[in-house]
């Protein structure tokens, strides 16, 4: 890996010494991610795709984009960043997501799922207005496969009949029942340079037959197709008018590099699916994909996190889902929502306890808010648990959906204000601005694990919609209440008086402004600590406290506007 300081390298070695490098890839992003954190399992599972997509194409004047960014660490080691690769995820650090600013070999932004297409499209469009001569390609998970967007992009690109080449990184096997050596064979022959060149000959010479030409291409073309649907998955493809080579093993690089050859030769959109294991060449990730698809550190050897870990409080994320499954034996009309996210959101135990009362859409957060007002207006209760960064992809069924019909649909964002490592495409800092100007919406933000508990619990006996944002990450150790408590909406809680400033916290921000609070104390200066608890509707009595000192700081984690 030594030796590889940028795409042209690769296309000096061997299938062998390419082979060998992947073994040196994965060894690096597993070295580094067990000690920055980031997304081991999804890279592990396409160093192959990167290897053959950089050996076969000229980037950056092709473009390559990545589907979110999770699978780009060897993309990342073979396009000149290999020596601050251990600088991951880090502050001042290498992102772990493709960025623009940060190399000329990631063409667009990514973090949110499933724009790559959509992206591909514009770029290969823009180069032939220019009349620039490149390949664009999309790199695409299954899970990203399943959003609405990427659909439509699927949908103008067959229409357009622009160039694009969209690769498929299926490492689920969800849309591919028939896979086997035949229909492999039949895909990569029926796509390789001479058949192409062959049926393009005869395409020709039908054509020139006066009268009949046009009819008999109509016939030959539907009994290719029909031959083809009939060996390979690709039908659902083929009908959005791309040429589908596939399914491919993702592992193989002389079938991909065969594969992405023959695509490169080919006009208009074609489709590679290739089958690929999530977590390759680290039994751990193997065994368990979803752990290991966004990870902290952990030990090698074993797979777990570092022994030398301090005990910590449990995290807002199980809390939440603790208080979820706890709640739901109580009430049976509570529902929980949630788009491709049960670990991360905490509700794994829920879906196992109530299956019946559980969905996971898939990367559709449209769907999960339209489907969560659905059951509103039928007597349940839904609770959508989704990151906040993700919530903003569903802004219009939040208005028109739940909001302007002031329906009781519960919004449990996950990751609200700053995430750290992930990065600016994942933190939570727009939720409090663009949620306190809907209609009928109550906001709330709690100070810690207890009060996220009771605010769970008031907000499932509102009538009308409810954001409860709180952070990532731990706790603040703070000690259970055996009871559920029903917070008065709209009262914030002072938790210090104070005559020479007034500071107004909200949920995460609320210990640290007391730890301030307490260092302005020594230092002579009288600071009062309120827990707003709402941002909507936000206490009239704050207005009496700060007119009481005149100082007023207000402390959150949102952007400035509309905070």
């Not at 949110?112 to 664009?136: D, P, Q, Y």
């Not at 030959?220 to 093993?249: C, H, L, N, W």
């Not at 929980?336 to 135990?349: D, F, N, Q, R, W």
């Not at 921000?509 to 909507?536: D, H, I, Q, T, W």
Request: glycine share 10%; proline share 5%; net charge negative.
């Amino acid at each position: 890996m030594d030796t590889v300081d940028s795409p042209a390298d690769l296309k000096q070695l061997s299938i062998e010494e390419l082979q060998r490098l992947a073994g040196e890839i994965r060894h690096q992003i597993i070295e580094t991610t067990s000690k920055t954190g980031g997304h081991l399992a999804p890279s592990l599972g396409a160093v192959e795709l990167a290897l053959a997509l950089h050996y076969v194409f000229d980037a950056p004047k092709d473009k390559i984009i990545w589907d979110v960014g999770h699978q780009a660490y060897a993309h990342k080691l073979i396009t000149g960043r290999r020596d601050r690769f251990h600088t991951l995820r880090t502050y001042g650090g290498i992102s772990g997501f493709p960025k623009r600013g940060e190399s000329p070999y990631d063409t667009f932004d990514t973090g949110h799922s499933s724009t790559s297409i959509s992206a591909g499209l514009g770029i290969s469009t823009a180069k032939e207005l220019k009349g620039e001569k490149s390949k664009v390609i999309s790199v695409i998970g299954d899970g990203s496969m399943t959003a609405g967007m990427a659909f439509e992009g699927l949908n103008q690109a067959g229409e357009t009949e622009k160039d694009l080449i969209v690769v498929l990184n299926d490492n689920a096997m969800s849309i591919a029942p028939n896979v086997g050596a035949f229909s492999s064979f039949i895909s990569r022959k029926m796509t390789g340079r001479r058949f192409v060149n062959l049926r393009k000959d005869l395409e020709n010479f039908i054509k020139s037959l006066p009268g009949v030409g046009e009819n008999i291409l109509s016939f030959v073309r539907k009994g290719e197709d029909s031959f083809i649907t009939f060996f390979t998955p690709g039908m659902m493809f083929e009908a959005f008018k791309f040429k589908y080579i596939g399914p491919i093993q993702g592992h193989r690089l002389d079938r991909l590099i065969e594969a992405f050859t023959n695509a490169a030769n080919l006009e208009g959109p074609v489709l590679v699916h290739a089958l690929t294991v999530k977590g390759k060449g680290y039994a751990f990730a193997e065994k368990d994909p979803a752990y290991f698809h966004g990870v902290g550190s952990f030990e090698i050897p074993t797979g777990t996190p570092p022994k030398n870990k301090p005990a910590t409080s449990p995290s807002y994320t199980s809390v939440f889902g603790a208080t979820m499954v706890d709640l739901a034996q109580k009430d049976d009309k509570l529902f929980a929502v949630t788009a491709a996210m049960p670990e991360g959101t905490g509700l794994s135990a829920f879906s196992q306890a109530f299956p019946e009362r559980f969905l996971d859409v898939g990367i559709a957060e449209q769907h999960a808010v339209t489907f969560a007002a659905g059951l509103a207006t039928e007597g349940f209760k839904p609770v959508v648990a989704i990151y906040s960064t993700f919530l903003q992809r569903a802004y219009d069924q939040i208005i028109h959906d739940v909001c302007l019909t002031n329906l009781p649909v519960v919004f449990a964002l996950d990751r609200g204000g700053l995430v750290g490592e992930d990065g600016p495409t994942h933190h939570g800092h727009f939720d409090i601005t663009y949620l306190r100007s809907l209609p009928n919406m109550t906001v709330m933000a709690p100070k810690d694990e207890n009060e996220l508990r009771h605010m769970l619990y008031t907000a499932l006996q509102h009538p009308g919609p409810v954001a409860i944002r709180y952070p990532r990450g731990k706790g603040v150790g703070a000690a259970m209440d055996p009871e559920y408590k029903l917070l008065p909406i709209g009262q914030a809680e002072v938790l210090k008086e104070g005559k020479d400033l007034q500071i107004f916290a909200l949920g995460s921000m609320v210990a640290p402004s007391l730890e301030a609070a307490a260092v302005l104390e020594k230092e002579g200066v009288s600071a009062g600590v309120v827990n707003c608890r709402f941002v909507k509707p936000l206490d009239s009595s704050l207005v009496d406290i700060a007119a009481a000192s005149g100082r007023v700081l207000v402390v959150e984690e949102n952007i400035r506007q509309g905070g």
